[in-house]
């Protein structure tokens, strides 16, 4: 029984919490929805995220971590101690000891304010792992072997991209992209090539349904409706799978520049095992169809999505706090 504790992924997009022996306990968008006069918060992740669009003016959302980092400290401590509560209702405990994964690439003033955020949420004690480690653990990758791994986490604001042996990360890359902006990709394309303006909802439901990376020979199509963009009317149209894998293409390349720039990095050795290997894709924005296939066909080396894979980094966390002794001298930080 590992009592009082919690390993969180604070993601940009989705935040979700593991209890050691009991799994995922929460994974909630990380939305906040906060009066706009009082700056209260009114309703935190999936009831947020409702909340808004059904009410008035004075309700605003916010994000509070944007590309993996705080954006507003108040509102994602406010977050924070919401989950804790929901958390300490279900299995009657206070005070939790935490594991938060945030980027490798985040300064130590970011890492810092995550730390204080958790304490003055509620947890005891916080400590901080490098996500990409977390994913790799959580993808099942022996990361303490004196072996290279590669790992690809696209989340919804970053792409993080690592190579990792003996339990910590050799060479990594953070880039400030990820599922978000193929989501504003698809916006573009849709407007310029049929003129039409689709909402962000819209824009994530053909990602879902029929996006695609690389451009398939069986054409799939989803009925879109928006807004035309000449003469304002309402508008429905069909927008096809190929159409997102023209849209994503500059993301793509961008995506493939980090993983280019870490294997530039990567010192001989480790790279003869990441080719021997492969690379291996975590996070939601590898769900995409064809993006291990894309990465794969560019870099000549073999790449695979992970089980599971929007939950890899929790999952990671939770694996390290099973095992926070042989963890807290190397592969995490207090502050
Ligand atoms: N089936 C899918 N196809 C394509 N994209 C998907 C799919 N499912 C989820 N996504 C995208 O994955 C992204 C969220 O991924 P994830 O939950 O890993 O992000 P996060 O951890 O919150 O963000 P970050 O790691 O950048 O801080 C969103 O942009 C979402 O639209
Ligand atoms: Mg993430």
């Given at each position: 029984m590992y009592a009082k504790r919690l390993a969180i992924d604070l993601g940009t997009t989705n935040t979700r919490i593991a209890v050691p022996g009991r799994g995922i306990v929460v994974d909630?968008?990380?939305v906040v929805a906060v009066s706009a006069d009082t700056n209260k918060i009114l309703a935190v992740g999936k009831d947020a995220e409702e909340m808004l669009g059904k009410t008035p003016d004075s309700i605003?959302?916010?994000?509070?971590?944007k590309d993996g980092a705080i954006a507003s400290y108040k509102v994602t401590e406010g977050m924070l101690r919401y989950f804790f509560d929901h958390i300490a209702g279900i299995f009657s405990f206070v005070r939790p000891e935490v594991i938060i994964a945030v980027p490798a690439g985040i300064t130590s003033t970011e890492r810092r304010a995550v730390v204080d955020a958790a304490v003055s949420a509620g947890a005891k004690q916080a400590y901080i792992i490098k996500s990409p480690v977390a994913a790799a653990l959580g993808a099942g990758i022996p990361i303490g072997t004196p072996s290279g791994h590669m790992i690809i986490d696209i989340g919804g604001g970053t792409t993080e991209v690592a190579v990792i042996s003996l339990g910590d990360i050799v060479?990594?890359?953070?880039a400030r992209i990820g599922g978000e902006e193929?989501?504003?990709?698809?916006?573009?394309?849709?407007?310029?090539?049929?003129?039409?303006?689709?909402?962000?909802?819209?824009?994530?439901?053909?990602?879902?349904?029929i996006g695609s990376v690389v451009t398939q020979s069986k054409e799939k199509t989803l009925e879109v409706s928006g807004s035309n963009s000449v003469n304002n009317l309402p508008e429905t149209l069909y927008v096809s799978n190929n159409d997102v894998a023209q849209a994503v293409g500059n993301v793509m390349s961008d995506i493939?520049?980090?993983?280019?720039?870490?294997?530039?990095?990567?010192?001989?050795?480790?790279?003869?095992d990441v080719i021997d290997k492969g690379m291996v894709m975590t996070g939601g924005g590898s769900l995409l169809r064809g993006s291990d296939q894309f990465l794969a066909k560019i870099t000549g080396i073999p790449c695979q999505v992970a089980d599971d894979a929007p939950n890899c980094v929790v999952k990671g966390a939770e694996i390290?706090?099973?095992?926070?002794?042989?963890?807290?001298?190397?592969?995490?930080?207090?502050?």
């Amino acid at each position: 029984m590992y009592a009082k504790r919690l390993a969180i992924d604070l993601g940009t997009t989705n935040t979700r919490i593991a209890v050691p022996g009991r799994g995922i306990v929460v994974d909630e968008p990380s939305v906040v929805a906060v009066s706009a006069d009082t700056n209260k918060i009114l309703a935190v992740g999936k009831d947020a995220e409702e909340m808004l669009g059904k009410t008035p003016d004075s309700i605003v959302a916010v994000n509070p971590i944007k590309d993996g980092a705080i954006a507003s400290y108040k509102v994602t401590e406010g977050m924070l101690r919401y989950f804790f509560d929901h958390i300490a209702g279900i299995f009657s405990f206070v005070r939790p000891e935490v594991i938060i994964a945030v980027p490798a690439g985040i300064t130590s003033t970011e890492r810092r304010a995550v730390v204080d955020a958790a304490v003055s949420a509620g947890a005891k004690q916080a400590y901080i792992i490098k996500s990409p480690v977390a994913a790799a653990l959580g993808a099942g990758i022996p990361i303490g072997t004196p072996s290279g791994h590669m790992i690809i986490d696209i989340g919804g604001g970053t792409t993080e991209v690592a190579v990792i042996s003996l339990g910590d990360i050799v060479v990594s890359e953070s880039a400030r992209i990820g599922g978000e902006e193929i989501d504003q990709a698809i916006i573009n394309y849709v407007r310029k090539k049929y003129k039409l303006i689709i909402g962000l909802k819209t824009a994530q439901k053909i990602k879902h349904k029929i996006g695609s990376v690389v451009t398939q020979s069986k054409e799939k199509t989803l009925e879109v409706s928006g807004s035309n963009s000449v003469n304002n009317l309402p508008e429905t149209l069909y927008v096809s799978n190929n159409d997102v894998a023209q849209a994503v293409g500059n993301v793509m390349s961008d995506i493939i520049s980090s993983v280019k720039l870490v294997l530039q990095k990567t010192p001989p050795e480790l790279a003869a095992d990441v080719i021997d290997k492969g690379m291996v894709m975590t996070g939601g924005g590898s769900l995409l169809r064809g993006s291990d296939q894309f990465l794969a066909k560019i870099t000549g080396i073999p790449c695979q999505v992970a089980d599971d894979a929007p939950n890899c980094v929790v999952k990671g966390a939770e694996i390290a706090l099973e095992r926070l002794d042989d963890f807290k001298e190397k592969v995490l930080w207090l502050k």
